[in-house]
């Protein structure tokens, strides 16, 4: 059964770090790019980071470069996200999809199977 699991949101003050990770288990995870994406309370879903399926590319979005990094451990089947100097506005679910184009790009519609959230709050 494929399967993708987030975990490490939390609360945090503004300022901290976090680090989010996904497990992917019952699918040819070599071949899959892995994105983040979050959507906070009334808005829309946006991309926040992605990484490719071979050569480790990366994108950000410009909200986050600089603070944020993903990277991905293929022999455990994880994807990290390192989120440091928080801020509130960083509040949102956040969310790991997998893609089998295996390429950097953040369509959302592209990414074939998805995980179920973790809420990141960061808050004084």
């Known amino acids: 059964q494929l399967q993708l699991v987030e975990s490490g949101g939390g609360l945090v003050q503004p300022g901290g770090s976090l680090r989010l990770s996904c497990v992917a288990s019952?699918?040819?995870?070599?071949?899959?790019?892995i994105g983040w994406f979050r959507q906070a309370p009334g808005k829309e879903r946006e991309g926040v980071s992605c990484?490719?399926?071979?050569?480790?590319?990366?994108l950000y979005a410009d909200s986050v470069k600089g603070r944020f990094t993903i990277s991905r451990d293929n022999a455990n089947n994880t994807v990290y996200l390192q989120m440091n100097s928080l801020k509130p506005e960083d509040t949102a679910v956040y969310y790991c999809?997998?893609?089998?184009?295996?390429?950097?790009?953040?369509?959302?519609?592209?990414?074939?199977?998805w995980g179920q959230g973790t809420q990141v709050t960061v808050s004084s």
């Open positions: 019952g699918f040819t995870w070599d071949y899959y790019a």
């Open positions: 990484i490719s399926s071979s050569e480790g590319r990366t």
């Open positions: 999809a997998a893609q089998s184009l295996g390429i950097v790009i953040m369509t959302d519609v592209l990414y074939d199977y």
